[in-house]
């Protein structure tokens, strides 16, 4: 679906039928229930910093005492000069959050890791935790959930995500939708090796899912 010309590599447009597939996926991975109030704030890190200013925000709101910002290098910062941590951190201070409520954990490679990361750092400092607020993309809450719901069991967990929608992700386009077909068959796939607890996924969300992969949106997808 990409072809180099004298510019070097060139996206290929994304047309109307790969924008309602997509629409169907988006709807089924992003939640939004109502949150409580929690213990901690756990962003997810990634290359979207407005996740880093949405836990900001929830802090400054009195959702929970303290934030946690979890993030080495995933497959899209590979080449950042910081870590994901460290990018976030400095969003979320510039957002208001004093350093004293404010944890780095910089080694996660993964969502599995930003969890199991995280209770490590919060156990080692005497943290107890019986409920957090995963605070990711929108298109990614529910995977967070079902994957700190496997990998950190017992606190309550609720996932927030900036109030962003589809048409807010144009920027690139392609490479968006390319990774909400990859997340959607992660949480098949991970819930099958036990990384994530079982989520179904109705029949039509797989059926986009397909298509979308037969199209060629498969950039993210695990062989």
């Known amino acids: 679906m990409r072809s180099a010309g004298d510019n070097g590599p060139v996206e290929s447009p994304v047309d109307a039928r790969a924008r309602e597939l ?6 089924h ?19 979207d910093t407005r996740v880093a200013a949405h ?8 959702r929970a005492p303290l934030v946690v910002v979890s993030g080495g290098r995933g497959k899209i910062t590979s080449d950042w000069a910081e870590t994901e941590a460290e990018v976030f951190g400095r969003v979320v201070r510039a957002h208001g959050v004093p350093a004293e409520a404010l944890l780095l954990e910089g080694t996660a490679a993964n969502t599995g890791e930003n969890i199991t990361a995280s209770r ?14 995963l605070v990711a993309k929108p298109y990614m809450t529910r995977r967070a959930l079902a994957t700190a719901r496997r990998q950190w069991p017992g606190p309550d967990w609720s996932a927030s995500a900036p109030e962003l929608g589809f048409d807010d992700f144009g920027a690139d386009e392609r490479q968006f939708i390319e990774l909400m077909v990859g997340d959607l068959q992660r949480m098949a796939v991970y819930a099958e ?31």
């Not at 997509?22 to 709807?27: L, Q, S, Y």
């Not at 490590?120 to 607020?133: C, D, E, K, Y």
């Open 22 to 27: 997509a629409r169907t996926i988006w709807d």
């Open 29 to 47: 991975l992003v939640v939004s229930d109502p949150l409580p109030k929690a213990d901690v704030i756990l962003a997810l890190g990634c290359h």
């Open 55 to 62: 836990a900001a925000r929830l802090w400054l709101a009195g």
């Open 120 to 133: 490590r750092l919060l156990r080692g400092r005497g943290i107890a935790v019986r409920s957090g607020i």
């Open 193 to 223: 090796r036990g990384f994530q607890v079982p989520m179904p996924v109705p029949a039509a969300v797989w059926a986009a899912y397909e298509e979308l992969v037969r199209l060629g949106y498969d950039g993210h997808v695990i062989r």
